[in-house]
């Protein structure tokens, strides 16, 4: 990491990507030196702890044939069985993910984590997911197919690698993305409050 303070937003952005570990420990240094970037440097640590588990990995995985198998099962299912998964972020302009971030009155990390598939849904509030379902113009129940699958390459994310990209990755809890994203302690016992 640099000192100079005469960086610009991208290069310090460059710079904690190039950085050999993205612990919380160095998440830290560069949140207490850059706080105007807290947004951009959690939504960055987000997307390369993905890139960081489909390095880890050998065996590639398709995310079509994934979603296409995650169908399959459903479809044959007799608990769901006409009920198809959606990605409800897939036709969300960024400006509405951004007023979606506004009127849930959280950082984008958060939005980003269900986004990525990262969070367990099974540890969100069922307030939360409607409310977030509400503003995707989605359904809780689609909302919930979507983020029971498997996590996912943010979109957008770039991957350089002679290796297929794959996302096995362990999903986190609700409490811990909030504490990831440095949601404050009052904010974040409110969003955890109507868990049922």
């Known amino acids: 990491m640099t000192d100079n303070h005469g ?4 290069e310090i952005l460059l710079a904690f990507a190039v950085e050999q570990d ?10 207490q030196q850059y706080p105007h970037l807290a947004d951009q440097l959690i939504d960055l640590s ?8 489909t390095e880890e990995t050998t065996a590639p995985t398709d995310e079509a044939w994934v979603e296409a198998s995650l169908a399959a099962f459903y479809a044959s299912s007799s608990v769901q069985a006409s009920a198809p998964v959606v990605d409800p972020f897939a ?11 506004r009127a849930l009155d959280v950082p984008s990390g958060v939005i ?6 990262l969070v367990d849904v099974a540890s969100v509030p069922a307030s939360f997911v409607d409310a ?9 129940d ?3 197919r979507f983020m029971a699958a498997p996590p996912r390459l943010a979109p957008g994310t770039s991957y350089k690698s002679d290796d297929a990209p794959s996302t096995q990755q362990e999903k986190i809890t609700f409490e811990d993305l909030l504490k990831q994203c440095k949601v404050s302690d009052e904010r974040r016992q ?5 868990r049922d």
């Open 91 to 101: 036709n969300v302009s960024p400006q509405a993910l951004v007023e979606l971030r």
């Open 142 to 144: 689609d909302l919930r």
């Open 190 to 194: 409110q969003l955890l409050a109507s």
């Open 22 to 31: 993205h612990d919380n420990a160095t998440l830290e240094r560069y949140l």
């Open 132 to 140: 977030l379902a509400r503003g995707l113009r989605s359904t809780a």
């Open 7 to 10: 960086d610009s937003d991208e």
């Open 112 to 117: 980003q984590g269900f986004r990525s598939r």
């Open 46 to 53: 987000l997307d390369l702890r993905l890139q960081q588990a």
